[in-house]
Structure formats: structure tokens, C-alpha cells
């Protein structure tokens, strides 16, 4: 192409006129072959130059863009084309090894050395495609380090990310080469068990949970490990590994809530935890907005006869899914925290009730039962004198129920909570008694008024049995205490004739009433003690 354009270039000049290839003013004028010649032969010896490089650049080019599996001949060139190529070659290398470092530390997890989330999609998945070829069944079990936040606040992180090591260490150590441990989050480790019957499988999974129950020796400190898990079966709970993920995590959710180190995904349980997302999402929407209302349910005196008080007990009817039962939102709104704000909602709607009441010429004590969180939360006797101040209430016409285990849970900071609520004047009783791993002489340093005896003791009660005994005893301890004693769960009036002859105080239960709204209360009080101004 050059030597092409140099002989377009000799044509061009021979045309032109003298005057236009005659130098400047005042130098000599020259033959325009003397000038041409020399572009030519310049032109002549670029092509050259051009035709011998073109070829070897155009192979180092292909052997860059190929990568390190192309262009083997010009590494063996000794020429600088050949020196070009290793050049490239090692820079290639170089660019590869690199890639390939940290392609693999994207999917190790630094504190623990197992692979990391990232893989988890595939592995499962390929887990799937093998179960489904052989026939065989694999199985995934998620576990939770529960104590870790505790760990991270009194030891440190560092602490913290050597007890996730040890965790790591100890469930690589309880499986086979074939199966796969991942960390799956912040405290959730992912095992995936390939290849057995699901009762092998659970009892694999059985021994790796048991594996964490030995405490963890850290810089000198044992600390022990509190887990939680759950396992997920192929192809019995799904067959993609978005659905067996999720249902080990349900699995391992329902091991949690109910204190097992282990619990396995039951075909259902899914549908139940998205209706408790549900309610979890409108519980708060139903605080908010008043849809909560109230029932009542009365103590009557064995005797007198006569109502002493009436629990309040919340309801919620939910615009879809209908009326929710009490121990199903409850639990929910103790596990979320939402609590506090069902609890404050709960004492505002029984203060304005019990205004409305008076103004009505009726004095109704109400009892309100109140959860662990609240007991742990030390600004709630605070929170209850702001509400009685706003609704102007009586306290000694309010009675905090307690459960016996709530008490137990940590009985330094509910003591403190329950004193300062006493001192402002309100009554606190102890609910389910019997349930708990309490005792008479514990609870003996608490200031209680009442104690209720758990229905489970008292629905089925029969002279003679295991029942009368615990419920017979427990009245005559409580009386020695000097405290009043109600039994729960009346349905027969077998049970009253029974109680009535034990000296119990007061009874509760469908066989005196069931619960019901402030309207219907109204009425059955003033049917039951026409006259009356108030209850006993």
C-alpha cells in the first residue's frame, strides 16, 4: 500500500506545472525526480518493514486475545517478537492466578475458613440434581450460634469470631468429604448432608448439634454454646433450594422458640409461619388503630358468693383471617416486642373501662396480666403511673397478674419491677402457679396478694388423685403466707364442692362464666347482685 502511494506521488508531481514545484524565492530550482526518488525509496523500505513485522504482530495479537492456551510458537521465537510473547505470557499468567485467588477468597468466609453463602445456590442445587439422578435423598441442616450477641458483648468480637471457628471446626470434623459446610449468615451455619434415608440422615444431623453441646474453651474463659437447628429433607420438603432452604430455616425457627437443640420441618409448618408474618405485620397496625378490644372474665368468692374481680383479657378479630386466638398473637407480639405496646394498650383500655364503670355506679377491680418483657423493662412503673395519672384510675382496683415462670426468668430485675409497681399502690398475683419451677418460700419475699392455681391442675380435679393433692397443698401453704388463692379453669360443680371444702378463696372458669365484652358484664353483675353498687 505504501509503494503504491509513493508511485501515485512521482505521477502526481510529473503533471504539475514547474512553477508549482519551484521553491520558495530566491533558491534554486530542482528536477523534481531528485526530489521523488527518495519517497520512493523510503516508501519502498517501509513496505518491507510492514510486510515482514505484519504477520508476527497479527500472531502476538491473536495469542494475547487467546489467552494462555494460544500463540505456543512464538514463545520459542528468539527473536524480540518471541520476547514480546513470554512477556505477555507471564503477565497472563500472572493476571490468571490472581483472578483465580480471588474468585476463591470471594467464596471463603475469613473467621470461620468454609465456604461462604455464595455457593450455596449451586451447591444445593447440585445437590438436588444428584439426589434426583441416584435416587438417594440428601438432607440440610441450618444451625443458629443463639448466644453469640451475648458472647460479642461480654467477651468482645474477637472472642466472638473464634467461638464461630470453633463452631465451624467442630461441625467439618462431624461430616464426610462428600458434604458441604457453609456459613449461611452472621450466625447461621448451613450443613449439607448428601446421599442417605432421612432417618440416617436426622440421626447425622442429631450428632452435629450434639457436637456444639460441649462449652468452648477461649483465652482461659469457657463459654458455653447455646444452638438451635433444623433440617430439611429432600425430596420430602422440597425440591428447589429456595424451598428447602427456607423450611430448614422454618425448622430451625420452631427449635428456637420451643428451647430444642434440633427440630425437623413438619409438612405445614410453613403455611403457619407465613400466617404468623402476617400477624406479626398487623398486630402492630391493630395496636395502632384500636381494632383491639376487651373481655372480661369473673372471680367469684367461694364464700360470699359474690364477684371479688374480673381478669381483662384482650381479643383481636382480624379483618381477613377472622378472630385470632390469645395465646397465638401473644406469643407473637412477646417474641417481636411488640409487647410493650399491647401491654400499655391493654392497661389504657381497662383504665377508661373502668371510668366509664364508676360513672355507671359499678367499682369492677380488674386483674391484667403482664409478660416477661414487661417485667424486664425497668420504666414500666414509670410508664403505668403516666397512664394513671392521664385516666385518672384507682390503683387498688387494678391487679397485675404474673406468670410464675416470667418471675423466675430473672428474678433480680422482675423483683425490683414488681416492688415499685406494689409501692404505687396496685395488687400483683402470681398466675399459673404450679407451672414454674418456683416455689411457695421463693415467692415468699415478693409482695404478692394472690396466687392462682393453674387450670391444669384444677380442670379434671378428683379427690384422691395426684391433682388434689398439689392443689390441696398449695391452698394451705398459701393461706399460712397470708395470701388469697384462686383456682383457674373451673368447668363442673363437682370441682367447686371440692374447693369449697379446701377453703379456696376464689374461683375461675366457663362453669361460672366466660368471658365477655364490658356491655354484656355490665349486666350479668348487676343480674347476679341486683342492688349492688360495686363488686365484693
Same mark, same amino acid.
Not at 520558495?24 to 526518488?37: C, D, K, Q, S
Given at each position: 500500500?505504501?509503494? $503504491?502511494?509513493?508511485?501515485?506521488?512521482?505521477?502526481?508531481?510529473?503533471?504539475?506545472?514547474?512553477?508549482?514545484?519551484?521553491?520558495?524565492?530566491?533558491?534554486?530550482?530542482?528536477?523534481?525526480?531528485?526530489?521523488?526518488?527518495?519517497?520512493?525509496?523510503?516508501?519502498?523500505?517501509?513496505?518491507?518493514?510492514?510486510?515482514?513485522?505484519?504477520?508476527?504482530?497479527?500472531?502476538?495479537?491473536?495469542?494475547?486475545?487467546?489467552?494462555?492456551?494460544?500463540?505456543?510458537?512464538?514463545?520459542?521465537?528468539?527473536?524480540?517478537?518471541?520476547?514480546?510473547?513470554?512477556?505477555?505470557?507471564?503477565?497472563? /499468567?500472572?493476571?490468571?492466578?490472581?483472578?483465580?485467588?480471588?474468585?476463591?477468597?470471594?467464596?471463603?468466609?475469613?473467621? +470461620?475458613?468454609?465456604?461462604?453463602? +455464595?455457593?450455596?445456590?449451586?451447591?444445593?442445587?447440585?445437590?438436588?440434581?444428584?439426589?434426583?439422578?441416584?435416587?438417594?435423598?440428601?438432607?440440610?441442616?441450618?444451625?443458629?450460634?443463639? $448466644?453469640?450477641?451475648?458472647?460479642?458483648?461480654?467477651?468482645?468480637?474477637?472472642?466472638?469470631?473464634?467461638?464461630?471457628?470453633?463452631?465451624?471446626?467442630?461441625?467439618?470434623?462431624?461430616?464426610?468429604?462428600?458434604?458441604?459446610? $457453609?456459613?449461611?449468615?452472621?450466625?447461621?451455619?448451613?450443613?449439607?448432608?448428601?446421599?442417605?434415608?432421612?432417618?440416617?440422615?436426622?440421626?447425622?444431623?442429631?450428632?452435629?448439634?450434639?457436637?456444639?453441646?460441649?462449652?468452648?474453651?477461649?483465652?482461659?474463659?469457657?463459654?458455653?454454646?447455646?444452638?438451635?437447628?433444623?433440617?430439611?429433607?429432600?425430596?420430602?420438603?422440597?425440591?428447589?433450594?429456595?424451598?428447602?432452604?427456607? /423450611?430448614?430455616?422454618?425448622?430451625?425457627?420452631?427449635?428456637?422458640?420451643?428451647?430444642?437443640?434440633?427440630?425437623?420441618? *413438619?409438612?405445614?409448618?410453613?403455611?403457619?409461619?407465613?400466617? *404468623?408474618?402476617?400477624?406479626?405485620?398487623?398486630?402492630?397496625?391493630?395496636?395502632?388503630?384500636?381494632?383491639?378490644?376487651?373481655?372480661?372474665?369473673?372471680?367469684?368468692?367461694?364464700?360470699?358468693?359474690?364477684?371479688?374481680?374480673?381478669?381483662?383479657?384482650?381479643?383481636?378479630?382480624?379483618?381477613?383471617?377472622?378472630?385470632?386466638?390469645?395465646?397465638?398473637?401473644?406469643?407473637?407480639?412477646?417474641?417481636?416486642?411488640?409487647?410493650?405496646?399491647?401491654?400499655?394498650?391493654?392497661? *389504657?383500655?381497662?383504665?377508661?373501662q373502668q371510668s366509664d364503670w364508676r360513672d355507671a355506679g359499678l367499682e369492677v377491680p380488674v386483674a391484667i396480666n403482664l409478660s416477661t418483657v414487661d417485667l424486664a423493662d425497668p420504666d414500666f412503673p414509670r +410508664?403505668?403511673?403516666?397512664?394513671?395519672?392521664?385516666?385518672?384510675?384507682?390503683?387498688?382496683?387494678?391487679?397485675?397478674?404474673?406468670? #410464675?415462670?416470667?418471675?423466675? &426468668?430473672?428474678?433480680?430485675?422482675?423483683?425490683?419491677?414488681?416492688?415499685?409497681?406494689?409501692?404505687?399502690?396496685?395488687?400483683?398475683?402470681?398466675?399459673?402457679?404450679?407451672?414454674?419451677?418456683?416455689?411457695?418460700?421463693?415467692?415468699?419475699?415478693? !409482695?404478692?396478694? #394472690?396466687?392462682?392455681i393453674d387450670k391444669s391442675f384444677v380442670s379434671r380435679l378428683q379427690e384422691g388423685t395426684d391433682d388434689a393433692v398439689i392443689v390441696r &397443698?398449695?391452698?394451705?401453704?398459701?393461706?399460712?403466707?397470708?395470701?388469697?388463692?384462686?383456682? *383457674?379453669?373451673?368447668?363442673?360443680?363437682?370441682?367447686?364442692?371440692?374447693?369449697?371444702?379446701?377453703? $379456696?378463696?376464689?374461683?375461675?372458669?366457663?362453669?361460672?362464666?366466660? !368471658?365477655?365484652?364490658?356491655?354484656?358484664?355490665?349486666?350479668?353483675?348487676?343480674?347476679?347482685?341486683?342492688? +349492688?353498687?360495686?363488686?365484693?
Open positions: 500500500m505504501v509503494l $503504491c502511494a509513493g508511485v501515485f506521488a512521482i505521477a502526481w508531481m510529473g503533471r504539475m506545472a514547474p512553477e508549482a514545484v519551484a521553491p520558495v524565492a530566491g533558491m534554486p530550482t530542482l528536477p523534481w525526480t531528485r526530489v521523488a526518488l527518495p519517497i520512493l525509496l523510503l516508501a519502498g523500505l517501509a513496505a518491507v518493514i510492514m510486510l515482514r513485522l505484519s504477520g508476527p504482530v497479527a500472531r502476538l495479537a491473536g495469542f494475547v486475545s487467546g489467552g494462555l492456551d494460544a500463540g505456543h510458537g512464538l514463545l520459542q521465537r528468539r527473536d524480540d517478537i518471541g520476547s514480546l510473547a513470554r512477556e505477555f505470557h507471564a503477565l497472563l /499468567r500472572d493476571l490468571r492466578e490472581r483472578e483465580e485467588n480471588l474468585n476463591r477468597e470471594r467464596k471463603i468466609d475469613p473467621v +470461620t475458613g468454609v465456604a461462604n453463602r +455464595t455457593v450455596v445456590p449451586d451447591r444445593v442445587a447440585m445437590a438436588i440434581a444428584r439426589s434426583a439422578r441416584n435416587r438417594t435423598g440428601f438432607a440440610l441442616l441450618v444451625v443458629d450460634i443463639c $448466644c453469640l450477641a451475648a458472647v460479642n458483648d461480654r467477651h468482645g468480637h474477637q472472642v466472638g469470631d473464634q467461638l464461630l471457628a470453633i463452631v465451624a471446626k467442630r461441625l467439618g470434623e462431624g461430616v464426610r468429604a462428600t458434604d458441604s459446610v $457453609c456459613r449461611l449468615g452472621s450466625t447461621e451455619f448451613l450443613v449439607i448432608l448428601e446421599e442417605g434415608s432421612a432417618e440416617n440422615l436426622l440421626r447425622v444431623a442429631g450428632e452435629l448439634a450434639g457436637s456444639l453441646a460441649d462449652p468452648a474453651r477461649i483465652e482461659q474463659a469457657s463459654i458455653p454454646i447455646v444452638s438451635a437447628a433444623g433440617v430439611a429433607h429432600h425430596p420430602a420438603h422440597g425440591d428447589t433450594p429456595e424451598a428447602l432452604l427456607r /423450611r430448614a430455616d422454618i425448622a430451625r425457627r420452631h427449635a428456637r422458640g420451643s428451647s430444642v437443640p434440633l427440630a425437623v420441618y *413438619e409438612n405445614g409448618q410453613e403455611e403457619s409461619h407465613l400466617r *404468623e408474618i402476617a400477624l406479626l405485620n398487623d398486630l402492630a397496625t391493630a395496636i395502632v388503630h384500636d381494632q383491639l378490644f376487651m373481655h372480661y372474665q369473673p372471680k367469684m368468692s367461694l364464700s360470699s358468693g359474690s364477684v371479688g374481680q374480673v381478669e381483662a383479657l384482650v381479643r383481636w378479630d382480624h379483618p381477613q383471617l377472622g378472630r385470632v386466638p390469645p395465646d397465638e398473637f401473644i406469643p407473637i407480639a412477646e417474641r417481636s416486642g411488640q409487647v410493650r405496646h399491647l401491654t400499655r394498650w391493654v392497661i *389504657e383500655a381497662v383504665m377508661r +410508664t403505668l403511673g403516666i397512664l394513671a395519672k392521664v385516666h385518672s384510675a384507682v390503683p387498688s382496683q387494678l391487679l397485675f397478674e404474673i406468670t #410464675e415462670s416470667s418471675i423466675m &426468668s430473672d428474678l433480680a430485675v422482675t423483683s425490683a419491677v414488681i416492688d415499685a409497681v406494689r409501692e404505687a399502690g396496685y395488687q400483683i398475683a402470681i398466675d399459673d402457679f404450679g407451672t414454674g419451677y418456683s416455689s411457695l418460700a421463693q415467692l415468699k419475699r415478693l !409482695p404478692v396478694r #394472690e396466687l392462682k &397443698s398449695t391452698i394451705e401453704m398459701a393461706h399460712n403466707m397470708g395470701l388469697v388463692v384462686v383456682a *383457674e379453669g373451673v368447668e363442673d360443680e363437682a370441682v367447686i364442692e371440692l374447693l369449697a371444702r379446701w377453703n $379456696c378463696d376464689m374461683i375461675q372458669g366457663y362453669h361460672l362464666s366466660r !368471658p365477655m365484652d364490658s356491655a354484656s358484664l355490665a349486666t350479668w353483675l348487676k343480674e347476679r347482685m341486683p342492688g +349492688t353498687q360495686g363488686v365484693a
